[in-house]
């Protein structure tokens, strides 16, 4: 056995059991990764995978619990070479933070601002995606923290941490009639065209739902996945805006109106989250603690600790 074989099980999972993407991922053939296969299960004694012909279709029982000690084994592998780079140059290095639009935009300048003055050594990307996306970047171990409002904590693999909380907010060109309405109503919203985001961003979800649990049909006329396009067609007459309220800035948003509705949308937290078992260089807590400074490095060091055995505790 050896590490190849086992980066090959694991790419090949991730790559949905297609060999010729695994092959490609690992820059190798693809004959090389059935052969790598074929003899660690030789090795083993067993099956990893379900075929049908040369097909691979999915993991057999020995295979699935197999692939768990192989992401547990390569990710402290990579570990390792981080817990070396934290103590060989321990404020130089690379930080990746996954995010969404509207944090990377809204939420995260002071923090990076801050991060980058006591680190200006350590590159920091900070790499906008989906939610989705995000969840896939920390459990591959190309992200170190990821931040969204949706998705993250509902995942076992991560350890999910509170940021902050925020509602939506309506948003309308100066003279729209919803100004004259007090207070606002949901009843009022849905008798105009709305523009807010895409499903999946952004608290979208909450958004339908409190619409539905009021029994009310409303027009989305568009959709977008960040604030600033939605601003913009507001800005142009097309509809009324339903954004993350730090979104809007009254300096800035000069063409627009804020209604307040807070009181109509339900609460809606974004976190940070981190793998479990995910090794943190030292700037990156730091990281963490300028986003939220009660964050410290102890409670976020016992929230990533691997769950040595999920079943016995069931």
């Known amino acids: ?162 940021y902050y909380s925020w509602h939506h907010a309506v948003i309308v060109q100066p003279g729209h009639p919803l100004e004259s309405v007090h207070p606002l109503t949901l009843e009022a919203i849905a008798e105009f065209p709305i523009i807010t985001y895409h499903e999946g961003f952004t608290g979208r979800t909450g958004i339908d739902e409190t619409f539905a649990k009021a029994g009310l049909i409303f027009d989305i006329a568009m959709s977008a996945l960040d604030a600033d396009v939605i601003k913009t067609y507001v800005e142009l007459g097309l509809g009324i805006g339903i954004v993350a309220s730090m979104a809007f800035n009254p300096a800035r948003d000069t063409g627009l109106n804020l209604l307040n509705s807070s009181h109509l949308f339900q609460k809606n937290t974004t976190n940070i989250s981190v793998r479990r078992g995910h090794y943190l260089r030292g700037y990156a807590y730091r990281f963490i603690e300028f986003c939220l400074p009660s964050l410290n490095e102890v409670a976020i060091r016992s929230g990533v600790k691997p769950e040595v055995d999920l079943e016995l505790d069931d």
């Open 1 to 162: 056995m050896n590490f190849q074989q086992l980066r090959i099980i694991h790419e090949t999972v991730r790559q949905n059991y297609n060999l010729t993407g695994a092959a490609n991922a690992l820059f190798t053939s693809q004959s090389g990764v059935s052969k790598h296969i074929k003899d660690l299960e030789d090795e083993l004694g067993i099956e990893l995978f379900v075929r049908k012909g040369k097909r691979l279709l999915g993991l057999t029982d020995p295979g699935k619990e197999l692939v768990k000690i192989v992401e547990r084994i390569l990710l402290d592998a990579k570990n390792v070479k981080r817990l070396a780079e934290q103590f060989s140059n321990q404020n130089q290095g690379r930080l990746t933070i996954a995010t969404t639009h509207t944090q990377a935009r809204y939420a995260l300048p002071p923090v990076v601002t801050q991060f980058k003055k006591a680190f200006p050594n350590v590159h920091l990307v900070l790499h906008q995606a989906n939610p989705r996306e995000i969840v896939s970047l920390l459990l591959d171990g190309i992200a170190d923290i990821g931040i969204a409002t949706e998705a993250l904590e509902s995942v076992a693999e991560l350890a999910s941490f509170p």
